[in-house]
């Protein structure tokens, strides 16, 4: 995939998986786009890969066409659209499922999945009209197994896996092309600490996980999993699915007596 000069988008790129995202692109000769809710790390990061810092909340649709309107004015149509940013929170106090406060799961809806339809719907028709695009959405391993302590993360990831399923089914003949991103667990500010709710194991560096992503956009590949192991656990739950319940329930059971004070609020 030759990436000079080619224009991405790339959100939640202050930090974490987006900053190497935005790092990687630029690399290689891409016109990157950082956008972030955070104005230091946007402006920051957009100055180390020569490209445009934008201040934008991409739970909020206008923000989001506002981040459109300014790229396309600045650096061209864009190519590649990368709804990365992403919030989680937890089912705290109590390892309760519904714990979370309401606020907690309407900004995990607004940033996790509607950040992702107002994207598509900002950039598809343009990108139409000049023949085709690029939209890649930054799910998680959560999206295909549930992840244990953060009932409303796996509900809009899963929601995330399957806005990014139509957008394929419907716009393939229109030559957009979509990818969705699901790894397990990535060093990043999201995970750091632990929280009784990430296995230690298997965590993948940001930057491998967006080499990952950039084998998979050049494979064309639609579910890019970073983390080997995923595609197996997934075929599992697929082949058994109440086989699989009962050993997440295992795992729960081990992180409640690990973690009883579990109290975590992002
Ligand atoms: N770290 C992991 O283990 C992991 C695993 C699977 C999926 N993911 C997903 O990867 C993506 C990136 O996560 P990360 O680990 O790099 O997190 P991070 O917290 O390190 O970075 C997220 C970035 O998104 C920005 N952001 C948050 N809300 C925003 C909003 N409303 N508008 C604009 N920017 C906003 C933050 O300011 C931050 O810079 C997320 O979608 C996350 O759910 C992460």
Redesign the pocket.
């Known amino acids: 995939m030759d990436l000079k000069n080619k224009v991405v988008v790339v ?10 995202l935005c790092e990687k692109f630029a690399s290689l000769g891409a016109k990157v786009a950082v ?4 104005c230091d ?2 402006q920051q990061v957009a100055e180390s890969c020569k490209g445009l810092g934008l ?6 649709e206008a ?1 989001i066409q506002s981040v459109v309107r300014d790229t396309e004015a600045q650096l061209g149509p864009i190519d590649i659209f990368i ?6 929170f937890s089912d705290a106090p109590g390892w309760m499922a519904a714990s979370a406060s309401n606020e907690a799961w309407q ?1 995990s809806w ?3 999945v509607m ?1 992702h339809v107002y994207a598509a719907r900002a950039v598809i028709p343009g990108m139409i009209k000049r023949g085709g695009g690029y939209l890649v959405n ?5 999206s295909l197994l549930c992840q244990i302590g953060d009932t409303a ?1 796996s509900t809009t ?1 899963t929601a ?1 896996l399957g806005f990014a399923e139509s957008l394929a089914i419907t716009h393939g003949d229109d030559n957009i092309k979509v990818s969705v ?11 750091e600490g632990g929280r009784g709710v ?1 296995g230690t194991d298997r ?2 560096t ?1 930057e491998d ?1 967006a080499k990952s992503v950039l084998e998979g956009l050049e494979a064309g590949t639609f579910l890019i999993m970073p983390h080997d192991d995923l595609a197996t656990y997934a075929q599992r739950k697929g082949a058994d699915y109440d086989r699989w319940i009962m050993g997440m329930r295992r795992m729960r059971k081990g992180l409640v007596e690990q973690y009883p004070n579990y109290d975590y609020q992002r």
């Open positions: 959100t939640g790129g202050g930090n974490g998986i987006g900053k190497a956008v972030d809710l955070e790390a946007a201040v934008a909340d991409v739970g909020v923000d709804s990365n940013a992403g919030v989680s900004k607004d940033v996790n950040a930054v799910a998680s391993g959560a993360y990831k995330a991103v699901c790894p397990l667990y990535v060093a990043t500010r999201m995970t990430s965590v993948m940001a996980a």
